[in-house]
């Protein structure tokens, strides 16, 4: 608050799901500030929200300009709206997601990515994905290794693209 009234700062970026209801913050309103979060929590402060259909669109772009055409996904359960989306806009950019490319794990459960992975990468290099978008970074090592136990080599057989959900 003291920088604040000193106007010591250029503004302010509140990070994460605070809630600051009734704090002396929200009284101070002559400098910029933006929050980073999931949903508003005081209806006067600019959020910034992340777009999953947004990450899957960028994806999707950067694989289909590395010339992949079959692409599998990790991602987190909680993606249900998102996937479906993907799955049609994939077909709209001749793009292959088999229903069983696209697998959910839990972020409190990551070591299932490996298996996850390896099983993707199970079958005939023509036949298996040359594609794969991992969307949580959390998940990221269990995949490597799961890709790894699978033999694959990064980029030449898989083109990879990860969502970094730092600091989470």
């Not at 979060?37 to 929200?49: E, F, I, T, Y």
């Not at 990515?113 to 959390?138: E, F, S, T, Y």
């Not at 799961?146 to 694959?152: P, S, Y």
Request: net charge neutral; hydrophobic share 45%; proline share 7%.
């Amino acid at each position: 608050l003291h920088d604040i009234r000193e106007h010591a700062l250029a503004g302010v970026i509140y990070a994460g799901e605070l809630d600051l209801t009734g704090s002396p913050l929200m009284k101070q309103w002559d400098f910029p500030c933006v929050a980073l979060a999931k949903d508003p929590l005081l209806g006067h402060l600019p959020v910034v929200q992340f777009g999953w259909i947004t990450f899957f669109d960028k994806a999707m772009q950067r694989l289909a300009a590395r010339g992949r055409k079959r692409v599998a996904v990790i991602a987190m359960p909680n993606q249900n709206k998102e996937l479906e989306w993907l799955r049609e806009e994939a077909g709209a950019r001749g793009v292959r997601i088999r229903p069983y490319w696209v697998q959910t794990v839990h972020h409190l459960a990551p070591e299932a990515a490996v298996n996850a992975a390896h099983l993707l990468m199970a079958g005939h290099p023509k036949a298996r994905p040359d594609g794969l978008i991992v969307a949580d970074d959390n998940l990221m090592e269990h995949v490597a290794r799961g890709l790894i136990a699978a033999g694959v080599r990064v980029p030449e057989d898989l083109e990879m693209v990860c969502h970094c959900n730092f600091p989470y």
